[in-house]
């Protein structure tokens, strides 16, 4: 039984790696130190199928060291012993790299017995993860290694892939085969910059095509149907998760509706509409509030018909929103002013209440003026008049700026001329 196409295909050189021009080309940093011979222990941080494998294997041969392989998924701190049990033995001679893929998922005890084996110099380690490190990773073995961001691939470095991989498929099976050049892009494209992803497509759609007249075509309606959900999938407690949903927020609040519908299409598409809905509720709240307030109820009601009628229909409602959101005025004034107001309260400021504010209830002896003395802004022309509001530490303090929306504008407006009376 052979390996897959991906497998069996992955490059032996450092120019041989697709992508990562920023780390490998020649005179990039991670080049110099491979080639320098003195590998120190590093975390490759990126997403999958981008070659942070890959270049460990290429690693641990340029530098004729011998390489082991854990995933944090499966192993023990006894799977690390025993790698470090080789030292004493023949593979040990010139040093182990040790290879630990989602070291994420490793707890904070294993990473401790990791991080003394790496301390006293028994292993040189590479680790990798598809989260960010810093969040994942104990401190003291991100304070004793590199940190290098592996990217996801271009279209055009995925292309060169796959044309590679159509090639020497070709010659394997002593068969031409030939991808037409939309399929070609479409692999590259839907892929997610995955060139695993990529190569797994090419091979997919090889075996089912039938040969015809000595040589397999590949069409893009083939191409389309084994690749359609490859670029969508995302774990939804990972980086990417909340990557995608901060694009989406971010690009409704820049106000651009294109992008919004973008990475709109893009959380649809993984089928996660909860998150679709509640961060169109958060940025009609948060980022065009009392620009236009109108917005927020029809919002909701795009939301709520977006939740009624399921998926695929719901992108039609959220859509629209999506739209409205990112085309409307901006403001988030109300937002600020509340923040300021919730650090007075929780930095201990204010407390107690204007008498006059006060619930109606007995004032002891120790009161000398008793009676709450409220005033009832309805008994007063435009329905208001002045008196304290604020606790007695907190008079006169501002939260709330408007904005310079027409809204906002009108409003103040309006208080200025009353209140100035």
């Not at 679709?276 to 919002?299: K, T, W």
């Not at 003395?373 to 008196?387: E, K």
Request: proline share 5%; aromatic share 8%.
């Amino acid at each position: 039984m052979r390996s897959p196409l991906a497998d069996r295909l992955r490059p032996q050189s450092l120019s041989d790696i697709a992508g990562q021009h920023h780390l490998l080309d020649v005179g990039q940093p991670l080049r110099k130190i491979i080639e320098s011979g003195r590998i120190p222990n590093m975390v490759f941080y990126g997403p999958s199928g981008v070659g942070k494998t890959t270049l460990a294997s290429i690693i641990a041969q340029q530098t004729n060291r011998t390489l082991r392989k854990l995933n944090g998924t499966t192993a023990s701190t006894n799977d690390i012993k025993n790698i470090v049990a080789e030292l004493s033995g023949f593979e040990g001679v010139n040093g182990i790299l040790l290879y630990l893929d989602e070291i994420q998922y490793f707890n904070k005890k294993q990473q401790q017995t990791l991080l003394e084996y790496i301390e006293n110099g028994s292993i040189t380690l590479i680790a990798s993860t598809t989260e960010n490190p810093y969040f994942y990773i104990y401190s003291a073995i991100l304070s004793r290694s590199t940190v290098f961001e592996f990217k996801p691939l271009g279209k055009d470095d995925v292309i060169c892939a796959v044309e590679r991989a159509v090639r020497i498929f070709g010659e394997e099976e002593q068969t031409e085969i030939v991808f037409s050049p939309e399929a070609v892009e479409h692999i590259a494209y839907a892929c997610g910059g995955d060139v695993r992803k990529a190569i797994n497509a090419v091979e997919l759609s090889v075996i089912a095509t039938p040969p015809c007249d000595g040589k397999i075509t590949v069409s893009l309606e083939t191409a389309k149907a084994l690749t359609q959900k490859s670029a969508v999938k995302y774990d939804r407690e990972g980086d990417e998760h909340y990557d995608l949903l901060s694009a989406f927020q971010k690009s409704m609040r820049g106000s651009d509706p294109n992008a919004a519908l973008h990475y709109l299409a893009r959380i649809l598409a993984a089928d996660d509409l909860p998150s679709a809905c509640r961060r169109l509720m958060v940025c009609a709240c948060e980022d065009v509030g009392l620009a236009n307030p109108q917005i927020i109820p029809i919002v909701k009601a795009a939301v709520d018909a977006a939740m009624m009628v399921g998926l695929p229909e719901a992108r039609i409602p959220l859509a629209d929103a999506s739209v409205l959101v990112a085309l409307s005025p901006k403001s988030n004034s109300a937002y600020l002013a509340f923040d300021q107001a919730m650090a007075d309260v929780r930095a201990g400021k204010g407390g107690g209440f204007p008498r006059q504010l006060q619930n109606k209830h007995y004032d002891g002896d120790d009161v000398k003026n008793k009676g709450q003395f409220y005033i009832y802004p309805h008994d007063y022309p435009n329905h208001w008049t002045y008196q304290q509001y604020l606790p007695d530490s907190l008079v006169d303090t501002v939260y709330y700026k408007p904005g310079e929306n027409k809204n906002e504008q009108a409003y103040k407006a309006y208080w200025d001329k009353i209140k100035n009376k």
